[in-house]
């Protein structure tokens, strides 16, 4: 059976930092786009970041840059966001995703607009993070 497992989601406060796992099981990351999303109740889910194993490029969105990094280790089938500087945010799930290939994701003009998840066919569970202020 093949799925993914998302982990190291919690409370924090805002400022504070958090390392989201997400791993790969009954397949590998060779060769595949791995995303994160999160989703607030009632809110789209929403696209952050993205990378690409088979040639390490990685993609954000706006509003995470510089504080969210994403990072691969295909030998663990791991994928890792390592999130710093929290804002405060409600209670949001955060999901990731993949498919075969390269990062799924839109532009306007010249920069990185969003991750769609439409781009992504496989989908783990989740893990719920909170940021208070």
């Known amino acids: 059976e093949v799925h993914l497992v998302e982990s190291g989601g919690g409370l924090v406060q805002a400022g504070g930092s958090l390392r989201l796992s997400c791993v790969a099981s009954g397949f590998t990351f060779d060769d595949q786009a791995i995303a994160w999303f999160r989703q607030a109740p009632g809110k789209e889910r929403e696209g952050i970041s993205c990378?690409?194993?088979?040639?390490?490029?990685?993609y954000y969105i706006n509003s995470v840059k510089g504080r969210f990094t994403i990072s691969s280790d295909v030998a663990k089938n791991a994928v890792y966001l390592q999130m710093n500087s929290l804002r405060p945010e409600g209670p949001a799930v955060y999901f990731c995703?993949?498919?075969?290939?390269?990062?799924?994701?839109?532009?306007?003009?010249?920069?990185?607009?969003?991750?769609?998840?439409?781009?992504?066919?496989?989908w783990g569970q989740g893990t719920q993070v909170t940021v208070s202020s």
């Open positions: 990378i690409s194993t088979n040639d390490g490029n990685t």
């Open positions: 995703a993949t498919t075969p290939g390269v990062c799924t994701w839109q532009s306007e003009g010249r920069r990185l607009a969003r991750i769609p998840a439409w781009g992504y066919d496989m």
